[in-house]
């Protein structure tokens, strides 16, 4: 396997593409917008300097990984000859479930079609393809290059070959790779929204401020990150489209998005990529400074 089709130059998309040049695959990295993969490029290699200074690679090894990387915005030129595609697309399941039919019809029969879907099964999506036993999960976490797990997940139909091709392939990237299988949120989106939805039900109802929920899990759960730092860092639209599947899928009350959630991304306020969410962002600046929204004076959800 050398050949490694990426579909979607975003933060996924580009760290999948960065994460396998590194290691020496071929890839083609493939988006409809040729300035989103132009952005890609220069992300990558931003990402591979901070590597190299940190002494991590070496001058070499960024000019080969970027050599390693073409891309398109052609998908059939994209994937013509491709081994393994992964579609890092937008967590929409009319997008996935449509470009996986395309795939279906470009590539060859012995081609893995995998999706780094966070929560959209994989059966459902294998479903609308010709070789479902082929199609399988490959939920990167995000940093990609720097994050160890990659949850893999298994639907209905994907065969052990697959799954073993796959689950090989990720510890060839250094990563440890974890199988699981295909019902909604599989395992880590599954335990992890919950809890930030529940933070922020905590926010929403008065229970404590922003700073403070988020010190409580840092200290008191030895957490890297508050849960609401990280739903920024996610992105409050993409926990919502969790959220939403996971409600959906086991139409369980508990999974229902919190009020504040849905307002938030109403009013375009996303987290990190749009500037502002439970905390304000400024690029160039790593301060956590809380949202004007959510400081103590303004305090009004």
Do not use: W
Not at 18 to 40: C, W, Y
Not at 258 to 272: D, I, K, Y
């Amino acid at each position: 396997m050398k050949n490694i089709t990426v579909i979607g130059s975003g933060t996924m998309g580009n760290g999948i593409a960065h994460t396998f040049a590194q290691h020496g695959f071929k890839v083609s990295l493939v988006d409809i917008n040729a300035e989103a993969l132009n952005k890609a490029v220069q992300t990558i290699t931003n990402n591979l300097d901070r590597q190299l200074k940190k002494g991590t690679i070496n001058e070499q090894l960024k000019t080969d990984t970027l050599g390693r990387i073409k891309t398109f915005t052609d998908l059939p030129s994209g994937a013509a000859n491709a081994d393994l595609v992964i579609e890092a697309a937008t967590e929409n399941q009319e997008i996935k479930l449509e470009l996986f039919k395309q795939l279906s019809n470009i590539c060859s029969d012995k081609v893995i079609l995998a999706s780094n879907t966070s929560s959209i099964s994989i059966t459902q999506i294998a479903a609308v393809t010709k070789n479902p036993g082929n199609v399988i999960g490959m939920h990167f976490m995000n940093p990609v290059p720097i994050m160890k797990l990659v949850e893999v997940i298994r639907g209905y139909a994907t065969t052990d070959e697959v799954t073993q091709t796959v689950m090989q392939l990720s510890k060839a990237l250094g990563k440890d790779p974890v199988e699981v299988n295909d019902y909604p949120g599989f395992v880590a989106n599954r335990i992890l929204m919950p809890m930030i939805n529940e933070a922020i039900y905590t926010l929403y109802e008065g229970v404590a401020g922003v700073e403070e929920i988020d010190t409580v899990m840092k200290l008191g759960m030895a957490h890297p990150m508050g849960p609401l730092q990280l739903a920024d860092f996610i992105g409050l639209d993409v926990c919502l489209a969790i959220l939403k599947v996971l409600y959906t899928g086991f139409g369980n009350q508990k999974y229902a998005p919190c009020p504040l959630l849905m307002n938030m991304v109403t009013a375009g306020h996303l987290g990190a990529k749009s500037g502002s969410g439970f905390y304000k962002y400024t690029a160039g600046s790593k301060e956590l400074i809380i949202a004007d929204k959510f400081t103590k004076n303004s305090l009004n959800l």
